[in-house]
C-alpha cells in the first residue's frame, strides 16, 4: 500500500469530486431518440447531436444491415493496405459532390472519427511547410483541433472568440510562409455561428487556408443540409472543410473535403490516416442512405421543423439569473455559472423526468457552466413545451 504514484492518483479523483467536476457516464439502453431508457429510467433527453433523428432512422439501420452482408464487419485492414472498400469510394464521391459548390477541384477523404480528421489535415498542411507555418485559433474551438495544433509542434496564435478585427491584427502581424486559420463552423458548446465570410475574405487578403471544422453545422445548414459553407454561399480553394458523420448524420466517422491535391497529399502523408485500420464498410454503406436522406425532401422537411422548434425554445422564458447564449442552432445552451449550480440544476430536471448534460470546465471556461439544450427534428413541440415548462419550476436560488 505505498505505491506513491496510484496514491497521488486516488488523491486527483478525490479532489475532483470536491470541484464538482468528476464526470460520469450513464449507461443508455434504448435507440438513440428524445425518450431514453437510462439508468433504469425513462427520460426526454435533449443533450445528443442527433440533430435530424437519422440515428435510429428505418432506412439507416436497414442499410446498415446490409452494408454488414455486403462487406461483413470489418475493413481488416487501413485504407492504404486493403481496407479501402468501394463503399468507402462511393461515399467519398457523394460526399465531393455536395461539397463541390463551394471548393473547386474538391474532392473528399473519409476519417473514422473528427477528432482523427483534425489531428490528419493538420499534421498533412505542416509536412508541406517544412517548419514555416503559423496557426491561428478561435479561443473557444473544439479540443480536437486545438490537439491537431499542439501535434503539429508549430506556433500557434488564438484570437478572441468569432473576433475578425483580432484575427486580422494577429496575421498582420505574422511572417509565417504558410498560414492556417482554424475554426468551429457552428460552436459546439455555445452554438453560434463563425463569421466565415468576413474570415475568408482575411484568409483571401493573407494568402491563408481557412479549416473549418463543421461538426454541427454539417446536415443540419444550408439549403441542401451541406453544411456552413452553403449557409454562407462561399467558394475558395483556401478552404479546407472537415464535417463528421457521426452527428447529423446519425451514424459514425467524418470527411474533409478540399481541392484534390491537398486530399491526395493527405493520403500521402497524414499520419493519422495512414497508420489506423479503416473504419467498418458497413459504416459507409449506411451513410450513403443517410447523406441522400439529408440533401432530399425528408432532410429539407426535417431543417425546416428542427427550426421551428428552436423558435420555440428560443423564445420561452427561462429563470431569470441564469444567460441564455445568442444561438440560431440547435445548440441553445443556458449558462448557470457554478459547477455546483448547474449540477443542481441537472439533477432537478431528471427529477422531472427531463434529461440535459452539465457542460463544465475544461470544456467551457471556469465559472460558465451550463445546461447545454440540444434539439433533434425527432422532438415534437410537446417535448419541447415540457421542457420549457420544467424550466419554469427551476427556482432563482
Ligand atoms: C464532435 C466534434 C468533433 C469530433 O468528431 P467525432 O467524429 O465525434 O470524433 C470535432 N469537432 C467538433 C466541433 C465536434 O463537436
Given amino acids: 500500500m505505498s505505491f506513491t504514484q496510484l496514491q497521488t492518483l486516488t488523491a486527483r479523483l478525490n479532489q475532483l469530486d470536491a470541484q464538482g467536476l468528476r464526470r460520469i457516464r450513464h449507461e443508455v439502453e434504448s435507440v438513440c431518440q428524445p425518450h431514453l431508457m437510462v439508468?433504469?429510467?425513462t427520460l426526454l433527453a435533449f443533450n445528443s447531436n442527433d440533430y435530424l433523428g437519422l440515428a435510429a432512422h428505418p432506412l439507416v439501420v436497414e442499410a446498415l444491415r446490409e452494408g454488414a452482408s455486403l462487406y461483413g464487419a470489418g475493413s481488416g485492414a487501413s485504407h492504404l493496405i486493403s481496407g479501402h472498400s468501394q463503399a468507402h469510394e462511393r461515399l467519398e464521391e457523394l460526399l465531393g459532390m455536395l461539397l463541390s459548390p463551394f471548393v473547386p477541384s474538391v474532392r473528399a477523404?473519409?476519417?473514422?472519427?473528427?477528432?482523427?480528421?483534425?489531428?490528419g489535415v493538420m499534421t498533412a498542411l505542416t509536412d508541406t511547410a517544412k517548419g514555416d507555418i503559423t496557426f491561428f485559433s478561435d479561443a473557444l474551438n473544439h479540443a480536437s483541433l486545438i490537439d491537431g495544433i499542439r501535434l503539429t509542434r508549430e506556433s500557434c496564435h488564438v484570437y478572441a472568440h468569432a473576433d475578425v478585427s483580432d484575427l486580422s491584427l494577429k496575421l498582420s502581424s505574422c511572417h509565417s510562409g504558410t498560414k492556417v486559420v482554424v475554426t468551429d463552423?457552428?460552436?459546439?458548446?455555445?452554438?453560434?455561428?463563425?463569421?466565415?465570410k468576413e474570415m475568408?475574405?482575411?484568409?483571401?487578403?493573407?494568402?491563408?487556408?481557412?479549416?473549418v471544422d463543421d461538426a454541427h453545422g454539417f446536415g443540419v445548414l444550408g439549403e441542401t443540409g451541406a453544411g456552413v459553407l452553403q449557409y454562407f454561399n462561399?467558394?475558395?480553394?483556401?478552404?479546407?472543410?472537415?464535417?463528421t458523420l457521426g452527428k447529423a448524420a446519425g451514424v459514425?466517422?467524418?470527411f474533409v473535403a478540399a481541392h484534390e491535391d491537398v486530399i491526395e497529399w493527405m493520403v500521402q502523408r497524414s499520419r493519422p490516416y495512414i497508420y489506423t485500420t479503416a473504419s467498418a464498410p458497413a459504416l459507409a454503406h449506411a451513410l450513403l442512405t443517410s447523406l441522400r436522406l439529408i440533401s432530399g425532401d425528408e432532410g429539407r422537411r426535417s431543417r425546416a421543423y428542427l427550426q421551428t422548434l428552436i423558435q420555440q425554445l428560443s423564445t420561452a422564458p427561462i429563470p431569470a439569473n441564469w444567460q441564455r447564449m445568442v444561438s440560431t442552432?440547435?445548440?441553445?445552451?443556458?449558462v448557470i455559472?457554478?459547477?455546483?449550480?448547474?449540477?443542481?440544476?441537472?439533477?432537478?430536471?431528471?427529477?422531472?423526468?427531463i434529461w440535459i448534460s452539465a457542460i463544465r470546465a475544461p470544456t467551457v471556461p471556469v465559472n460558465t457552466a451550463r445546461l447545454r439544450i440540444t434539439l433533434s427534428a425527432s422532438h415534437t413541440a410537446q417535448d419541447v413545451d415540457r421542457l420549457v415548462r420544467a424550466l419554469s419550476f427551476e427556482s432563482i436560488s
Fill in 200 to 211: 475568408l475574405a482575411l484568409c483571401d487578403q493573407h494568402g491563408a487556408w481557412l479549416l
Fill in 39 to 41: 439508468d433504469v429510467q
Fill in 329 to 334: 442552432t440547435a445548440i441553445q445552451p443556458l
Fill in 252 to 254: 459514425s466517422g467524418a
Fill in 185 to 196: 463552423g457552428v460552436f459546439s458548446m455555445d452554438g453560434d455561428i463563425a463569421p466565415l
Fill in 109 to 119: 477523404l473519409t476519417f473514422s472519427t473528427g477528432y482523427m480528421a483534425n489531428l
Fill in 234 to 243: 462561399l467558394r475558395s480553394e483556401q478552404l479546407i472543410y472537415m464535417g
Fill in 337 to 353: 455559472g457554478s459547477n455546483a449550480q448547474v449540477l443542481q440544476a441537472s439533477a432537478d430536471l431528471k427529477a422531472q423526468g
